[in-house]
C-alpha cells in the first residue's frame, strides 16, 4: 500500500519494462491492493515572519546545484507507549535527505544532531541558506548558534504557513502514509530502524520523485 497506481507503473517503468497505470491499477484491483495516499489537504496561510529572521528562502523551492539551499523540519511519530520525535533536513536540489535524528525530546539537541550529519556527509560547505518553520528547535540560541559556526545562514517560514516549507510537509507526508505503520512502532529503536531503511532505499533508490 506505500504507493499509488502512477508510482507502480513509474517504478516498474523506470526498471526497464514498459507498464500504464491502468495496467497497475487493474492489477491492484485484482491482487486487493489498496493504496495508502490521503486526499489533498488545504492549509491555512499566514504572514507573521519573525521578527530577528526573515523568510530569505520565499518559497524559491528550485535551486540550481547541491548545497544551496537546505530545508529541515521535525515530526512526531509513535514508538513504545509514547510519541518519539524526527529531525530531517533535505537538500533541496534532489529533495534528498541528508542529515536524521530522532529522539524522545523536540529540542534543539535533535534538530542540532540532524543538521551536524547534514553538515559532516555535505564535506562541511559554506554560503548554505538553511529553511525551517519558527519551532522554538530553530529558534534558540544554541541552535543559532551552531548555524553561526557552520557560517550557514537561517531563514525562517512565516508563523502558520505550512506552504513556506512545503518540501519538507511533503517528505513527512509520504513517510506516514507509506510507511509507518498505522498503529506505530514497539520502540524507538524499531523506529528508527525502518525510518532509516525508507530514508536511505525506498525513498532516495527506488521511489520516483
Known amino acids: 500500500g506505500s504507493a499509488g497506481a502512477r508510482t507502480i507503473a513509474s517504478i516498474i517503468t523506470n526498471s526497464g519494462i514498459k507498464f500504464s497505470r491502468y495496467r497497475a491499477t487493474k492489477l491492484m484491483k485484482k491482487l486487493g491492493l489498496v493504496s495508502r495516499q490521503l486526499p489533498?489537504?488545504?492549509?491555512s496561510k499566514a504572514a507573521q515572519e519573525h521578527i530577528e529572521i526573515p523568510n530569505h528562502l520565499d518559497r524559491q523551492f528550485a535551486v540550481t546545484a547541491p548545497n544551496q539551499v537546505w530545508v529541515g523540519d521535525v515530526t512526531y511519530v509513535w514508538a513504545g507507549n509514547r510519541w518519539s520525535y524526527l529531525a530531517v533536513v533535505i537538500d533541496l536540489f534532489a529533495r534528498k535527505p541528508i542529515g536524521w535524528a530522532m529522539s524522545f525530546s523536540p529540542d534543539s539537541q535533535l534538530t542540532g544532531k540532524?543538521?551536524?550529519?547534514?553538515?559532516?556527509?555535505?564535506?562541511?560547505?559554506?554560503?548554505?541558506?538553511?529553511?525551517?518553520?519558527?519551532?522554538?528547535?530553530?529558534?534558540?540560541?544554541?541552535?543559532?548558534?551552531?548555524?553561526?559556526?557552520?557560517?550557514?545562514?537561517?531563514?525562517?517560514?512565516?508563523?502558520?504557513?505550512?506552504?513556506?516549507n512545503s518540501p519538507m510537509e511533503r517528505f513527512f507526508r509520504s513517510l506516514k502514509t507509506e510507511w509507518v505503520p498505522a498503529c506505530g512502532y514497539s520502540s524507538l529503536s524499531e523506529a528508527w530502524?525502518?525510518?532509516?531503511?525508507?530514508?536511505?532505499?525506498?525513498?532516495?533508490?527506488i521511489r520516483p520523485h
Not at 559532516?120 to 548555524?147: A, C, I, M, W
Open 40 to 43: 489533498k489537504h488545504r492549509y
Open 114 to 164: 540532524a543538521l551536524k550529519m547534514a553538515y559532516e556527509s555535505r564535506g562541511k560547505p559554506s554560503n548554505v541558506l538553511f529553511h525551517s518553520d519558527q519551532g522554538s528547535h530553530y529558534t534558540s540560541r544554541k541552535y543559532r548558534q551552531t548555524l553561526w559556526r557552520y557560517q550557514i545562514k537561517q531563514s525562517l517560514s512565516r508563523r502558520g504557513n505550512c506552504w513556506d
Open 193 to 205: 530502524k525502518s525510518i532509516v531503511g525508507y530514508i536511505i532505499r525506498y525513498y532516495s533508490q
